[in-house]
Each structure stands twice: as structure tokens, then as C-alpha cells.
């Protein structure tokens, strides 16, 4: 795989502590990097299971040869010492429920245009599904793929959940457990293109983009999604903060065709 090259002292700083820490406590298996682009900006989107999975998603994305550029919660960012160290690696704070979340479009899309990999989580937050399945997206990702007409990868991820549970301050590091990611290929979104981004324009891609991550999942865990995703919007669950997954009655409608899909067999990277 390609070396990143030319990253800022700060961002060679994080990478140097965090990427052999991460490897020291978890197995890996990776799958799909052949459909990272080698050159060129894009976006990077996974879903969201932990509040672990973004180092799998960061030594994932490493180790295809494209540092990510993370788009983080403001929150983390006002941490002291690594709130400061992350602005200077390059990560882009979101301000989520403000009006300063525009800022982080435009973050976003000069990211891209400068080459990087801009990574968004579509979900905007941690998935309120209670199996854990990827949920309804927001349009973030879909307003910066049409803005820049980037590739998009679908990118799925699982196993961080056991070394940190939904909402769980607790790790469990050891044993060590394995982190499965796999990227899929681009999501087409040519024909959006040049459309004005209206509200069904960007839900359709939006839903793409979902469909891409859902159908590499369900590789990963050899198992049919539910046939209706997971939304917020109909089930009253708040879009932030913890909640209680078992009060929570899935609304979805049963299909006649839902099939067993094989797992990933590719050997674990240790």
C-alpha cells in the first residue's frame, strides 16, 4: 500500500502515538481498500457503532494509503491539549443543531478540492437502530458529493461496539477483539449531478450512500438488513444523546425475500 506523505508535524504527531497503539490492542480485517482512489479527493463514509470506531476507521484509511481528515463533534474539540492538536492535524469541527454547521460544509468541500480524504460518518451521529444496523442518513455527505462531484466510498465497519458499547464510558480491550472494515465501491451519483440540490435530490443520493454502507454490512455480519431503515423521524428517539435501545419498537415492514448472505472470510491482519 502507498504512504501518506506530506503531513503536518501535528498530524505525524497523532498518527505516531495512535496507529501503534491501535494495532497493539485489536485484531483487524480489512477488506476492499483496492476501491480507496489512490490519488485525488473523496469521501470516506462509514456508519457509526461506537465511539470507538473511529480509530478502526482511521488505521483503515492509513493503511490504504490516504490519511483521513476527520469531520468531528465541536464538543471534542474544546478537550484540552487535543482539542488544539486535532484543529492543527487538520480535522474539521461540526456544530451540530446551529447555524454554524455551514462552516463545516465549506470545510468539507475545500477538503476535497484539495485532494483529501474527507471522512463523514452519514449518520451524523451514533445509530439509534437497536441491532446496530445503519440508520436514515443526514445530507451532509450527499451536499458535499454533488458540491464536488468526488467519489464517494461506502465504507462498513464492525466489531468496535465490543470494545466499547453503544453509549459505554467502560472499554473492553482484552481479549483483543477484531475490527472488521470494508470499503465498497463508489457510489454512483453521476446522474445528480448538475441538478439543483433540492430536498429529493439529496435525499436520493443520500439514501445511495446508505445503501452502499448497508450492503457491505451485510457482508460483514452474513445477514440480511431489515427491509425498512431505521429513522428517527418515526420513532420519537432523540437525534443526540444517550437513550434506552429497548424501548425502542422497530417500525419496519417484513420481507419475503431477506436471504442469507455469506460472511467475509479473509484472514484477520494481526
Sequence with gaps: MPKPRGL?????????????????????????????????GFLLCPNHISYADVFGVALFAFDSGREPYFLGKESIFRLPGAGKLLKRAGMIPVYRESGQAA?????????????????????GTLTRDPDLWPMTGKTGAARVALETKCPVIPVAQWGAQEILERYSKKPKVFPRKTMHLRAGPPVDLTDLYDQPLTAPVLKEATERIMDGITRELEIIRGEKAP????????????????????????????????????????ESQE
Excluded: C
Aim: proline share 9%; aromatic share 8%; no cysteine.
Design 227 to 266: 427491509a425498512t431503515r431505521f429513522d428517527l423521524r418515526t420513532t420519537g428517539v432523540p437525534r443526540t444523546g444517550k437513550y434506552d435501545p429497548a424501548q425502542v419498537k422497530r417500525i419496519v415492514e417484513p420481507s419475503e425475500h431477506d436471504e442469507h448472505v455469506e460472511p467475509m472470510t479473509k
Design 103 to 123: 462552516q463545516a460544509f465549506s470545510a468539507a468541500v475545500e477538503g476535497v478540492k484539495a485532494g483529501k480524504n474527507v471522512v463523514i460518518y452519514p449518520e
Design 8 to 40: 503536518s508535524p501535528a498530524y505525524r504527531f497523532v498518527a505516531t502515538v495512535v496507529r501503534p497503539t491501535i494495532r497493539g490492542l485489536t485484531k483487524r480485517d480489512w477488506a476492499g481498500q483496492e476501491n480507496i482512489p489512490k490519488e485525488g
